[in-house]
C-alpha cells in the first residue's frame, strides 16, 4: 500500500494557526502603537505582515514533502484566510470584522503560495 504524501487535515490547521498567530500578534501591536491611524493604511501596512505570516505557515507545511509544494502552500495560506476571519467575525462587530477581508485574503494567499514556492526551490536543492 503507498502512503499518501498529502497533509492531513491537522497539518493544514497546524500551518494556518503558524500564519494566524503572527498575524494576530501583528494585529495587537499595531492596535497598541499605531491607534491613530487611519483603517485603510493600516490595512495595507498590515497586508504585508499577512503575507509574511502566510509564507511563513506554507513553507513550515510544505518544506519536508516531495510533491505538490505550490498547491499545498496555496491550500495552507487559504486556511489561514479561512482561520482569521472566523476569529475576526467572532470577535468583532460585522463592519469591522470584514474591513479589508480582500487584502487579507490576497496576502495569505499570496504568501502561501510563495512559500510552497520556496519550499519546492529548497526541495529540488537536496
Not at 4 to 9: D, F, G, Q, R, Y
Request: hydrophobic fraction near 60%.
Amino acid at each position: 500500500m503507498i502512503e499518501s504524501t498529502e497533509p492531513k487535515l491537522k497539518g493544514y490547521f497546524g500551518a494556518a494557526l503558524i500564519a494566524c498567530g503572527i498575524a494576530w500578534i501583528w494585529d495587537f501591536v499595531s492596535s497598541l502603537y499605531f491607534a491613530g491611524q487611519i483603517a485603510l493604511n493600516l490595512t495595507i501596512i498590515s497586508s504585508l505582515v499577512y503575507l509574511e505570516a502566510g509564507f511563513l505557515g506554507a513553507f513550515v507545511l510544505a518544506r519536508k514533502l516531495p510533491e505538490n509544494h505550490m498547491i499545498i502552500g496555496l491550500r495552507a495560506g487559504f486556511g489561514a484566510f479561512l482561520v482569521n476571519l472566523a476569529f475576526r467575525l467572532i470577535l468583532f462587530e460585522l463592519a469591522e470584522a470584514l474591513w479589508g477581508v480582500i487584502i487579507y485574503l490576497i496576502s495569505f494567499t499570496i504568501g502561501g503560495m510563495l512559500g510552497g514556492l520556496l519550499a519546492k526551490k529548497i526541495h529540488v536543492g537536496k
